[in-house]
C-alpha cells in the first residue's frame, strides 16, 4: 500500500518561507511523476506544481512560478516544496500527490491524474 505523508506546514508571515516535505512509502517511488496541489476554503483543489520521474520536467501554476519550487529525492522517496515570498493568498492546505504514471506531458495540472494522495498540511500565511 502507497502511503503520503507531508510535513512542514505552519503559520509564516508575508514574505517569509516554508519547506514542505512529502515521504511516500513503496519500492516504486522514482518511476512516477509526483504533484502538489492546494486548497483554501470555500474553494476548489487547484495544481500547484509538478514533476516527472527524474526531475528533468517541472511545471508550475502561474501563481507560484518564480516563488515555489518543487524538487524530489529518489533516494529518500521524498518530494519537496520550497515555498518562498509567500502571500495571505497562499494559505491552504497543501497535499502531495503520486501519478499513475512516470510523465503526465500535458496532463501535469489534472488532479485525475493523481491516484494517491496524502492527508495534507496546513500553511497559513498572515499579512
Known amino acids: 500500500q502507497v502511503q503520503l505523508v507531508e510535513s512542514g506546514g505552519g503559520l509564516v508571515q508575508a514574505g517569509g518561507s516554508l519547506r514542505l516535505s512529502c515521504a511516500v512509502s513503496g519500492r516504486t517511488f522514482s518511476s512516477y511523476a509526483m504533484g502538489w496541489f492546494r486548497q483554501a476554503p470555500g474553494r476548489e483543489r487547484e495544481f500547484v506544481a509538478a514533476?516527472?520521474?527524474?526531475?528533468?520536467?517541472?511545471y508550475y501554476a502561474d501563481s507560484v512560478k518564480g516563488r515555489f519550487t518543487i524538487s524530489r529525492d529518489n533516494v529518500k522517496n521524498t518530494v519537496f516544496l520550497q515555498m518562498n515570498s509567500l502571500k495571505p493568498e497562499d494559505t491552504a492546505v497543501y497535499y502531495c500527490a503520486r501519478a499513475g504514471r512516470s510523465a503526465l506531458q500535458d496532463q501535469y495540472s489534472n488532479s485525475d491524474e493523481y491516484n494517491y494522495w496524502g492527508q495534507g498540511t496546513q500553511v497559513t500565511v498572515s499579512s
Open positions: 514533476i516527472n520521474w527524474s526531475g528533468s520536467r517541472i
